[in-house]
């Protein structure tokens, strides 16, 4: 019965009827109307209740908050992923698995994911045919039911990919996705700020095409970020290309991908590169960094068994 309500509540929305005649045409009260798009926003969904009425937003509301983690260590490791593209048809499970396993032979309790989690679905034509599942539903469940799980959690922001359903189906994929997984913790839409003890981290995905040189549009984007907002520790994603680079107290890792080259992108000239971040952080006594030492992992076409 609730998800009749809430399909209905949509499909009015979209009409832009007025909170009364939603009230009416559900027989619920105000109350209750608002209470139910609390729970649907909960969902992912886009929608708010701004100055009076029901509205569709066109887009995630950016959060500003900082996701805050109490750490008492000296040493602290962190794996650093991105663009997983999961429901593509050349996503890497088996290299998820893998680094997974891995992660918690190592003991580690934090994995960073830099956005397009998912793969999405877009206006082009032909990606449907690259895709395992088409629709936002089945893109969740199989995201629930696949993504490796681990004793630690999994922080993630998303990616252009992810937001494609924004304007098809006017709901945060990833938020609707972490709900259902209490070992995923959504941090927002492309950009996201983290501290673990003194460790300041920020999340960005960003969109566009490549540079004339990788490292150019981490740089402007590192200018942007005002001297107070300076991170310790800068990952991004979206370019599927791996580098590090160190400017001033900000460890910037451009993350690669986790996804084989798929035929658009071949076609364009890109050249996926699958691999991941390793990163050792050491304390002093007073919870001040000493060091950051990141270590690339790289993946070929080879499946990886799991053991």
């Known amino acids: 019965m609730e998800d009749i309500l809430k399909n209905k509540l949509k499909y009015l929305v979209n009409k832009k009827k007025t909170l009364l005649e939603i ?103 032909e990606h449907v045919y690259e895709l395992k599942e088409l629709s936002y539903e089945g893109q969740v469940e199989y995201c629930v039911e696949k993504y490796p799980t681990f004793s630690g959690k999994t922080y993630v922001i998303a990616g252009n990919h992810d937001g494609w359903w924004y304007k098809s189906a006017g709901s945060e994929i990833v938020k609707s996705i972490a709900k259902q997984r209490e070992d995923i913790i959504y941090l927002g839409s492309d950009v996201a700020d983290m501290k673990i003890g003194k460790l300041k981290i920020r999340l960005f995905h960003g969109n566009g095409g490549n540079a004339y040189a990788k490292s150019y549009k981490l740089q402007k984007y590192l200018d942007t970020i005002p001297v107070e907002e300076k991170p310790h520790i800068l990952q991004t994603g979206h370019i599927h290309q791996a580098f590090y680079y160190k400017q001033d107290n900000t460890h910037c890792l451009q993350t690669g991908c986790l996804e084989d080259l798929t035929p658009y992108a071949r076609s364009l000239g890109f050249n996926g590169d699958k691999s991941c971040w390793w990163l050792d952080i050491n304390f002093d006594d007073k919870g001040n960094i000493y060091s950051i030492t990141p270590e690339l992992e790289t993946f070929g076409k080879k499946l990886i068994r799991r053991r």
């Open 23 to 125: 009230c009416e045409a559900l027989e619920l009260k105000d109350y209750e109307v608002i209470g139910l798009v609390e729970l649907m926003k909960q969902d992912g969904e886009l929608l708010d209740y701004v100055n009076g009425e029901i509205v569709k937003l066109k887009k995630p509301i950016k959060n500003n908050d900082v996701y805050e983690l109490p750490n008492n260590m000296e040493h602290l490791k962190l794996l650093l992923i991105s663009d997983t593209h999961l429901c593509s048809k050349y996503d890497r499970l088996d290299i998820l698995r893998y680094l997974y396993d891995k992660a918690e032979d190592k003991g580690i309790k934090h994995i960073l994911h830099s956005g397009d989690f998912t793969d999405g679905k877009s206006h082009r034509p």
